[in-house]
């Protein structure tokens, strides 16, 4: 899956117009979470404010339409410019056949405009959260990807920042916004070259463990 991200990078595209979520009660992906509020975010005791948790829960559902809705618009506003994404799973991707060491362990995007440039290449994949948890300063998403013929789980764990001025306007139930700085995530890498047809890691009907 060479085309998984441009090899070629292109520079950040012009400003548009910030995303807008829907209506947050009657949008199907956000029926679950808690409706908004003003309430101030709680602060970490050096002074640094602290995600709440019904902002968390919208920076991970943001995420989540990155990878199934995904607009760029959506994605300017979600991240900050000097965004960076490792994951050795997507790395896998992008280089099989032909994995080598030399592959594995670096950063996938080093910057918003990479993920702008890769991610708006991709078609969208089905993406459900399947647990969310949250520290002052990090989001923890636990995943499924619905494809066929296997099913994909990952987990993405995301730092998230005060929203920095003039980088997108970030996302929050309140008057603090937040962004995601950075992402370390993996998945099952094998299932998802299964289901693209790589013959290394084809899938066997009715398969049982012996």
């Known amino acids: 899956m060479r085309n998984f991200v441009l090899a070629a990078l292109v520079a950040l595209a012009a400003a548009q117009p910030p995303f807008e979520h829907p209506n947050w009660a009657s949008h199907p992906d956000w029926a679950s979470h808690p409706s908004p509020t003003d309430a101030p975010a709680p602060y970490h005791p050096n002074g640094a404010p602290c995600i709440s948790a019904p902002d968390a829960s919208l920076i991970a559902t943001s995420f989540g339409l990155t990878i199934s809705n995904y607009t760029e618009a959506l994605a300017v506003q979600l991240f900050t410019n000097n965004f960076?994404?490792?994951?050795?799973?997507?790395?896998?991707?992008?280089?099989?056949?032909?994995?080598?060491?030399?592959d594995l362990g670096s950063l996938t995007f080093t910057s918003k405009a990479e993920f702008l440039a890769g991610q708006g290449a991709q078609p969208p994949v089905p993406f459900k959260i399947l647990n969310l948890w949250n520290t002052c300063n990090t989001v923890i998403i636990r995943w499924l990807s619905a494809q066929t013929p296997l099913p994909v789980q990952g987990i993405s764990i995301a730092t998230v920042v005060p929203a920095i001025e003039g980088q997108g306007g970030g996302f929050g139930v309140g008057s603090q916004k937040w962004q995601i700085s950075a992402i370390v995530a993996e998945f099952n890498s094998g299932a998802w070259l299964g289901n693209l047809g790589y013959p290394e890691c084809k899938v066997v009907a009715n398969a049982t463990v012996s």
Do not use: M
Request: hydrophobic share 25%.
């Open 84 to 102: 960076t994404d490792q994951s050795d799973s997507v790395n896998t991707l992008i280089h099989e056949p032909g994995l080598t060491a030399q």
